[in-house]
């Protein structure tokens, strides 16, 4: 074991699995007492693989399906005693933190337990596939309870304890999709989008408390993963705008290897880091650079703009050598 985290509480949320139980495991192995987490016992299931989807796939494929599900099987509670089998400190929260009194509860079991919280990671999430004019309101509402939602109630609770010790690291995890994709999920964009929103938000008015807050975008192997790759097996309906999809799932970078940077984010020595947007995936970490305005149209006279000026201004200056994101 390290010691980068040695005598810190954390708590990680949607740790049952995937990236959350990769984190949960290296802040432990980093000396972090940590409190795990997810909505019940048990296995995730299938978000998107449904029966007929299902019944679509080949034999091969079946068996493919169900290795990645068996490898990706586990909770909060075996997340746990993984990490107490290792020589760790941990304990196990089952509960929705989209449900604002049950976040309560899942940071009062942080100080029931260690009394106190140093780094709250949240990780969990939803995802789904559709057509814009197709999602549903389950849909977005299934979504979006999570994130951005659910990171809050977390903040929420989890911000006065840090306050009073005038020391936190809050991370938070979204998605590269915060800035568009080329999945047809435009609600898991919104959602992750306002993941980024509320963790720069948070990050100006905590800095001077010594509480930092940042995003992490992963590109890592998790159940979305296998199920997108199985989605693209069965269904005959493209779920891009291109009907293309580049990134295969064995080439995907474990969740293991997201690890050690969010471990230095979660520690002392990143105390100057905060309000950042970071993208990680296996060996490869990029800082997001902050919005700029790179252009701009002001009129010299006190009198308002026609629309017919500010198409021509807009078509002249501003936008002379525009080209669409979505052009490209």
Same mark, same amino acid.
């Given at each position: 074991? &390290?010691?980068?985290?040695?005598? =810190?509480? +954390? @708590?990680?949320?949607?740790?049952?699995?995937?990236? #959350? $139980?990769?984190?949960?495991?290296?802040?432990?192995?980093?000396?972090?007492?940590?409190?795990?987490?997810?909505?019940?016992?048990?296995?995730?299931?299938?978000?998107?693989?449904?029966?007929?989807?299902?019944?679509?796939?080949?034999?091969?494929?079946?068996?493919?399906?169900?290795?990645?599900?068996?490898?990706?099987?586990?909770?909060?509670?075996?997340?746990?005693?993984?990490?107490?089998?290792?020589?760790?400190?941990?304990?196990?929260?089952?509960?929705?933190?989209?449900?604002?009194?049950?976040?309560?509860?899942?940071?009062?079991?942080?100080?029931?337990?260690?009394?106190?919280?140093?780094?709250?990671?949240?990780?969990?999430?939803?995802?789904?596939?559709?057509?814009?004019?197709?999602?549903?309101?389950?849909?977005?509402?299934?979504?979006?309870?999570?994130?951005?939602? &659910?990171?809050?109630?977390?903040? =929420?609770? +989890? @911000?006065?304890?840090?306050?009073?010790?005038?020391? #936190? $690291?809050?991370?938070?995890?979204?998605?590269?999709?915060?800035?568009?994709?080329?999945?047809?999920?435009?609600?898991?964009?919104?959602?992750?989008?306002?993941?980024?929103?509320?963790?720069?938000?948070?990050?100006?008015?905590?800095?001077?408390?010594?509480?930092?807050?940042?995003?992490?975008?992963?590109?890592?192997?998790?159940?979305?993963s296998y199920e997108l790759e199985t989605y693209l097996?069965?269904?005959?309906?493209?779920?891009?705008?291109?009907?293309?999809?580049?990134?295969?799932?064995?080439?995907?970078?474990?969740?293991?290897?997201?690890?050690?940077?969010?471990?230095?984010?979660?520690?002392?020595?990143?105390?100057?880091?905060?309000?950042?947007?970071?993208?990680?995936?296996?060996?490869?970490?990029?800082?997001?650079?902050?919005?700029?305005?790179?252009?701009?149209?002001?009129?010299?006279?006190?009198?308002?703009?026609?629309?017919?000026?500010?198409?021509?201004?807009?078509?002249?200056?501003?936008?002379?050598?525009?080209?669409?994101?979505?052009?490209?």
């Amino acid at each position: 074991m &390290g010691d980068l985290l040695k005598g =810190r509480v +954390a @708590v990680v949320t949607g740790s049952g699995q995937g990236i #959350g $139980r990769a984190v949960a495991v290296g802040f432990a192995a980093e000396g972090a007492k940590v409190v795990t987490n997810n909505r019940k016992p048990g296995s995730t299931g299938d978000a998107m693989v449904t029966d007929d989807l299902f019944r679509k796939l080949t034999d091969a494929q079946r068996a493919w399906y169900e290795e990645q599900k068996k490898a990706e099987n586990g909770d909060a509670a075996t997340t746990a005693q993984a990490i107490r089998d290792a020589g760790g400190e941990a304990t196990h929260f089952f509960g929705d933190l989209s449900v604002f009194d049950t976040a309560r509860r899942l940071i009062d079991a942080a100080i029931d337990a260690y009394g106190r919280i140093d780094i709250l990671c949240n990780v969990a999430g939803n995802f789904g596939f559709s057509d814009i004019e197709d999602i549903s309101e389950a849909l977005w509402d299934r979504v979006n309870a999570t994130k951005p939602k &659910g990171y809050f109630n977390a903040m =929420r609770f +989890a @911000v006065p304890h840090m306050k009073a010790r005038r020391y #936190g $690291r809050i991370l938070n995890c979204s998605s590269p999709a915060f800035n568009g994709d080329i999945i047809k999920h435009a609600e898991y964009c919104a959602a992750n989008a306002g993941v980024v929103g509320l963790t720069k938000g948070a990050a100006r008015e905590l800095y001077e408390f010594g509480i930092t807050c940042n995003v992490f975008a992963p590109f890592a192997r998790t159940r979305a993963s296998y199920e997108l790759e199985t989605y693209l097996l069965a269904s005959d309906k493209p779920i891009t705008a291109k009907g293309k999809f580049d990134v295969q799932y064995d080439s995907t970078p474990t969740p293991d290897r997201l690890v050690p940077f969010l471990v230095y984010l979660a520690s002392e020595r990143a105390a100057a880091v905060s309000g950042s947007v970071f993208t990680v995936g296996g060996n490869f970490v990029g800082l997001h650079a902050e919005p700029v305005v790179t252009g701009t149209l002001i009129k010299e006279s006190e009198a308002a703009w026609t629309p017919e000026e500010i198409a021509a201004a807009a078509e002249r200056d501003l936008l002379k050598d525009y080209k669409s994101p979505c052009a490209e």
